[in-house]
């Protein structure tokens, strides 16, 4: 199954004609994950076709409101949507006195249930039987999160041939094996899973930083990522700035990239003084040559590693 990554939102701060406030989406059927949610968020999921009634948990990186002000609107677009599936939404400390006090002046009329989950401390912050989100604190000038959606490790590859020299025929049997179950040959030998599949593969990996200045234990926690979305809100020339304001230039969030030894990069929170980012995309490349600059719509596949 291939993981889906929809960049819905890719400014930084203010909104531009072509670019929106930050928000990606990882889509893994049947449910999608969304990192950050600024303005605009109901048009974009429109224009890309991101459901509003597919379970879904929305993990936001720190209380800036081009990270969060897109939030209530969405709630209540759901409700008016009639959504049923219960939401889940995590974020620093401060989340749910933000959204009890919108829901209380807005009275969204929710039609679902909404689970609120502020972030204690790093580590995992969410583990289901195939995924998992962990976070780290960023380096922004409030409290915010790096986030690692880590797909845990999958089965090996199936070999039919020796599913076959084992008297195993295709059909039910194959699906147990494959699941990891035992099973009874028709000569009533137990064939083991380990005898017809290959070791366990690795899961993939993505990191979506939010707004951060670089920070030394990176590296380590985006380690071998297939894709690392990183701040990249300014060029090389406004480091000072950078600096400041709390925010990445394109050649910082390359060399973070590169310390984590990640497959890929993509430029992301673009400063709407920026036309086309492309100056951004020029600098991070002399540094580590596999980066994307993020664009609204943007659609990345991560394919199934071998």
């Known amino acids: 199954m291939s993981l889906q990554v929809v960049f819905l939102g890719t400014s930084g701060s203010v909104p531009t004609l072509k670019r929106s406030l930050p928000c990606v989406v990882v889509q893994c059927p049947p449910e999608q994950w969304m990192f950050d949610c600024g303005e605009n968020v109901q048009h974009q999921m429109i224009a890309t076709k991101v459901s509003f009634h597919r379970r879904m948990k929305i993990f936001i990186s720190h209380l800036h409101g081009d990270h969060v002000l897109g939030l209530p609107g969405l709630l209540q677009t759901m409700a008016l949507m009639d959504r049923k599936e219960p939401l889940q939404v995590y974020g620093p400390s401060g989340l749910k006195n933000f959204l009890i006090c919108t829901k209380g002046t807005l009275n969204f009329g929710l039609t679902y249930p909404v689970e609120i989950n502020e972030i204690l401390s ?6 289901q039987e195939k995924y998992q989100v962990s976070v780290i604190k960023s380096n ?162 991560l394919p199934l590693s071998e």
């Not at 790093?122 to 583990?127: A, K, N, Q, S, Y």
């Not at 690795?202 to 030394?216: L, S």
């Open 122 to 127: 790093e580590g995992i912050i969410c583990d």
């Open 140 to 301: 922004h000038t409030v409290e915010g999160y790096c986030f690692a959606f880590i797909e845990k490790l999958r089965p090996g590859r199936f070999y039919p041939n020796k599913a076959r020299t084992q008297g195993i025929a295709e059909g039910e049997l194959w699906s147990k094996l494959q699941r990891g179950q035992e099973v009874t040959a028709p000569n009533g030998t137990i064939v083991k899973p380990s005898d017809v599949m290959g070791p366990m593969r690795q899961g993939r990996k993505i990191i979506y930083t939010g707004d951060t200045k670089p920070f030394a234990g990176f590296g380590e926690f985006a380690n071998k990522a297939d894709l690392v979305i990183h701040d990249a809100t300014f060029d090389d020339a406004l480091k000072e700035k950078a600096d400041t304001d709390g925010h990445s230039t394109a050649s910082q969030a390359a060399e973070q990239a590169k310390t984590a030894q990640a497959k890929c990069l993509v430029l992301s929170h673009i400063s709407a003084r920026y036309s086309d980012g492309s100056l951004l995309l020029e600098q991070a490349k002399k540094v580590f040559p596999n980066s994307i600059l993020a664009e609204d719509y943007l659609s990345l596949e």
